[in-house]
């Protein structure tokens, strides 16, 4: 398996859940990302990791919470999230200067 | 703020014709501006990419125009497909190893056959 791979794809939850996304990346990249894309909205910057240490989280709500245990995976923990939180959540990867990234296809978010 | 603006929103263009998105960006401190496409149910894939060193970059049909000193760039797709409907995102990204992507709001081109 090659490129980045994120599951599930889909997910319905309620406002109460707890769930969890997760992204693997097979190229050997050293830096991993969490985008939210929003209907009619640019794709946000939520979080960066480098070498497995966060280094950018953008003003993300504490019910996002990412977790990288190595280079190769990245998770998002979900909790208690909001209506206005149902969007594509997508993962990217690239080595360490950022450029270029390589993106998954996406887990579509919808929020009860 | 929005620091890298696209447009048009939306394209049709015919078989055979000439598509062309523009972008424009504020912070002179971008040194990466890559496009990206987007087909539905896909993530964003890299389409081509340029460095403000330089003017022009071409890989295959398309084509992306730099001009540095009016902090603009744009995409030109030459005989463009219906393959080629998609949503196309311009992006511009600080130097370094912040790996921050700046994206724009993306224009859905369509190709008529």
């Known amino acids: 398996e090659t490129g980045v791979t994120q599951t599930p794809r889909h997910l319905v939850m309620g406002m109460t859940n707890k769930k969890s996304l997760k992204c693997e990346q097979h190229?050997?990249?050293?830096?991993m990302y969490w985008y939210k894309q929003s209907a009619k909205k640019p794709l946000e910057l939520m979080f960066v990791?480098?070498?497995?240490?966060?280094?950018e989280n953008n003003s993300v709500p504490s019910r996002f919470s990412p977790e990288c245990p190595n280079s190769s995976h990245l998770f998002l923990h979900l909790h208690t999230l909001q209506p206005e939180d149902s969007a594509l959540y997508l993962c990217?990867?690239?080595?360490?200067?950022?450029?270029?990234?390589?993106f998954g296809d996406g887990t579509r978010l919808s929020i009860l | 703020q929005q620091q890298v603006k696209q447009s048009p929103q939306s394209l049709i263009v015919q078989k055979g014709g000439i598509s062309i998105i523009n972008c424009a960006y504020e912070?002179?401190?971008?040194?990466?501006f890559p496009w990206y496409q987007q087909f539905p149910g896909k993530g964003p894939a890299l389409l081509i990419a340029?460095?403000?060193?330089?003017s022009e970059k071409k890989e295959g049909r398309f084509t992306i125009s730099f001009n540095k000193s009016a902090k603009q760039f744009s995409l030109h797709i030459m005989d463009s497909q219906p393959g080629d409907s998609a949503t196309y995102f311009c992006?511009?990204?600080?130097?370094?190893?912040?790996?921050?992507?700046?994206f724009g709001q993306g224009t859905t081109l369509q190709v008529k056959p």
């Open positions: 912070n002179t401190a971008f040194d990466y």
């Open positions: 992006a511009a990204s600080y130097p370094g190893n912040t790996g921050k992507l700046i």
């Open positions: 990791y480098n070498f497995k240490e966060q280094t």
């Open positions: 190229l050997g990249h050293n830096a």
């Open positions: 990217a990867s690239s080595q360490d200067d950022g450029k270029p990234q390589h």
């Open positions: 340029i460095r403000p060193d330089v």
